[in-house]
């Protein structure tokens, strides 16, 4: 064994889904709570704009996403730079750079920088 084995956190054992991007995570909780975590450069995190006042901040520590608080979330994915959840009721919600269109939402401008901060 390598050593000291690990301790699961109390109520992390709860975690049905777990995604990784390239600087950030995400995890589903078993009450349908999304939490995300990590660099938030792009909004990737889709943490609510009145936390801490800037939606491109970095979260140290598991956060909830707040436009999501009252929607169960099913699985999130995490790409370099953007994130997605599906919902219960079976909703797909994207945040994050929107470059080059891969957030479904239309190209975006080439010399701008463009992202959803909140899951649309």
Known sequence: ARGAGSKIPKGF???TNVAGGSSHLAVVH???ALYTWGIGSAGRLGLDVTERGDPRADAT???VVQALR???VLAAACGHSHTACVTTARDLYVWGSAASGKLGLGLSAKEAECYASLPV
């Open 13 to 15: 054992a709860a975690v």
């Open 30 to 32: 078993q009450s349908g």
């Open 61 to 63: 520590r598991p956060t």
């Open 70 to 72: 009252s929607v169960p």
